[in-house]
């Protein structure tokens, strides 16, 4: 390991600044610097985007059979169930 | 599974407007329970969710033939829920959600004993995360997705909100920004307690399923 301008106590504070494209440009290159020499948190970063992987990729389950029956019937109809 | 943005929606669109039940129930199972999760950081009580959540698709029944597309399906669908939940959190005399980011914004990303406390390497990992964290088949995968859906239901409710809006359903910084009025630093301090709390719990899952 070679120490850095960043340490990954602050890295992993940066992380989600990092992904969303907002760190000034000193930041980055010293952000990079870091990942570069860091397996640890490369190891966090790839957590991170497993994570968010994973919360965009899994089916949220489906919505109550009545309420769902209700709203279908609706549709149908073109109105409401409940006449509003 | 349907694809609800960019160039799919104008076919879903004109399904819809046909009458074609199946494309409606796509819309049902893809964002109801999305939507009530956006809705309870808004209203009281799950009931008051579920009238929003319904009146909501009830105003995609009656508005799809007037919808100009000028936004994607998603954000106008999202637009109408806001706009409701509003309405009733305010009809509640609810204090309006997201005004503050003040809930988590000191909160670590990582438990500050995972690294090391003093000396030379101060503030490097002395417990690093572990490295071949991604699920190796498709079965595990889903199965964590699964847990991890459930566990983001205890972070705060903004918090929830955003990570809901931006990672489970797919709008960008902007489209979260405009739809809770919140700026778009909010935003990401929302955004980063959310992921770094999410990240926590897939590694805690992982590192579990490892002992077992």
Known sequence: MIRSAVRCSELVELATDWMEGSLDSVALGQLEEHLAVCPHCRSYVTQLRTSIGLLGETPREAPPASARAALLQAFREGVSPDGR | ?212
């Not at chain 2, 309870?40 to 009580?45: D, E, I, M, T």
């Not at chain 2, 929003?52 to 698709?57: A, C, G, L, N, S």
Request: charged share 30%; glycine share 8%.
């Open chain 2, 1 to 212: 599974m349907l694809e609800v943005d960019g160039s799919g929606d104008r076919e879903l669109i004109d399904r819809l407007r046909r009458g074609d039940e199946s494309a409606f129930a796509s819309l049902l199972d893809r964002y109801y329970q999305s939507m009530m999760h956006v809705a309870r950081g808004y209203v009281a009580s799950k009931e008051a969710a579920e009238d929003v959540v319904q009146d909501t698709f009830l105003g995609v029944i009656t508005g799809i033939g007037r919808f100009e597309g000028r936004s994607s399906l998603k954000t106008w669908m999202f637009r109408i829920l806001v706009n409701r939940a509003q309405t009733r959190g305010e009809r509640e005399g609810r204090i309006r959600p997201f005004s503050s980011v003040s809930d988590g914004r000191d909160e670590p990303a990582v438990d500050p004993a995972r690294f090391e406390g003093s000396g030379r390497w101060a503030g490097y990992w002395s417990t690093p995360p572990t490295a071949d964290l991604l699920p190796e088949s498709g079965v595990l995968a889903a199965e964590l997705g699964t847990r991890l859906l459930a566990a983001i239901e205890v972070l705060p409710e903004a918090q929830r909100t955003v990570l809901e809006l931006r990672d489970v359903l797919g709008f960008s910084s902007h489209e979260v920004c405009d739809l809770l009025e919140i700026s778009e630093v909010n935003q990401r301090v929302l955004l980063h307690r959310a992921r770094s709390k999410a990240r926590a719990m897939l590694e805690t899952y992982v590192d579990d399923g490892r002992d077992r």
